[in-house]
Nanobody
Framework: QVQLVESGGGLVQPGGSLKLSCSASGIIFRINAMHWYRQGPGKERELVAS???????NYADSVKGRFTISRDNAKKTVYLEMNSLKPDDTGVYYC?????????WGQGTQVTVSS
């Protein structure tokens, strides 16, 4: 059974930083691409960052240069380090993995950027 558990969200002031974690189980973690999505208030869910099994990364234009996705295969964990946070970064952040034809999601972690 695939399970993804996110943590690390919270309230932060503009310009601040947070580091999200997503712990995975039930998959051969090292071979799977992992993704971070977010959904802001009144907005559609959007892809923020991806990392392949070989650690190639890709970012949404809105977060390039501010966010860094990484993975620790030994811990079966993917991270999203977020710097220079803006109010527009506010939302629920979800970890995701696609296995065969099924996409799995974590429960999400809330990130609020506000003064």
């Amino acid at each position: 059974q695939v399970q993804l558990v996110e943590s690390g969200g919270g309230l932060v002031q503009p310009g601040g930083s947070l580091k999200l974690s997503c712990s995975a189980s039930g998959i051969i973690f090292r071979i799977n691409a992992m993704h971070w999505y977010r959904q802001g208030p009144g907005k559609e869910r959007e892809l923020v960052a991806s990392i392949t099994g070989s650690s190639s990364t890709n970012y949404a234009d809105s977060v390039k240069g501010r966010f860094t996705i990484s993975r620790d295969n030994a811990k079966k964990t993917v991270y999203l380090e977020m710097n220079s946070l803006k109010p527009d970064d506010t939302g629920v952040y979800y970890c995701s993995v696609r296995v065969l034809s099924t996409t799995y999601w974590g429960q999400g972690t809330q990130v609020t950027v506000s003064s």
